[in-house]
């Protein structure tokens, strides 16, 4: 496992980048990519919409790069247990703020649409177990040190069982609303490139705890290249391991 951190101008910009560096490196067969929700995300993936949309080049868009998003896969990484139309909803602000703009991608695979929440964490599981490798993960860092939906003292943070790769989890604390669905820690595991963001202030605390070595949901994370691109407002005075100099500004 390889772990890195980046001081980064742009977290969303930085995100892009490095996301369609992997979308276009030499590769054979689909690519399977999991994406996340809030804030930072929405950013990150209007970001990378603008980088990878098809006619990038042609609206000038600074670097764009040709993407064949017919040959990516999409799926979620956690999700909230609300109607696909709702404003909590991850899919809905994945789609609105990526998906419709790069084309038609190969596929696309919504987290929850109704349901017991068990029930559709059991249909998600089905749906992930055949990829034994996954191409890359995207996460956040919650002011909690919560990743996907791994909430610090949640039932889903404590699976070990490289088997079991998506359940239904929620708050213990109630202070992240609705029920939730999320990649367990083995699940995250399976992937050749974990990358998180994170930005702003409300992460500094979070973030310098992670950095000193507590043990958080996210510090948990294992992966076979794990990157953290944090902006100069979620880092504030913490020194990043590795010097965790500029990169992609």
């Known amino acids: 496992m390889r772990t890195r951190y ?41 970001e990378l919409a603008v980088l990878t949309a098809p006619d990038a080049g042609a609206t000038g868009a600074p670097g764009g790069q040709t993407v064949d998003w017919s040959t990516v896969d999409v799926f979620l990484g956690d999700e909230r247990c609300v109607p696909p139309d709702d404003t909590d909803s991850n899919h809905r602000m994945i789609t609105e703020e990526l998906l419709e703009h790069v084309g038609p991608v190969g596929s696309d695979h919504p987290m929850y649409v109704s ?47 490289p088997s079991v790769l998506v359940v239904a989890d929620r708050d213990p604390t109630a ?35 992670l950095v000193a070595g507590d043990d958080l949901p996210a510090a948990r994370v294992r992966a076979e290249d794990v990157l953290w691109l944090v902006d100069a407002g979620a880092a504030g005075d913490t020194a990043l391991p590795g010097g965790g100099g500029e990169l992609l500004r």
């Open 175 to 209: 202070n992240n609303p609705h029920d939730r669905i999320t990649l367990t820690l083995p699940a995250i595991a399976r992937a050749r490139q974990v990358v998180f963001t994170v930005s702003g202030t409300s992460k500094q605390g979070a973030l310098a705890r």
């Open 115 to 161: 349901g017991r929440p068990d029930q559709a964490a059991a249909a998600y599981q089905r749906l992930v177990a055949p990829l034994h490798r996954i191409d890359l993960v995207h996460l956040g860092l919650g002011p909690d040190g919560h990743c996907a939906s791994l909430f610090p003292g949640s039932t889903a943070l404590a699976i070990d069982d």
């Open 6 to 46: 980046a001081l980064v101008e742009s977290v969303g910009a930085a995100f892009a980048r490095t996301v369609a560096a992997s979308l276009t490196a030499p590769r054979a067969g689909r690519f399977s990519l999991f994406l996340s929700g809030g804030p930072t995300a929405r950013e990150a993936y209007r």
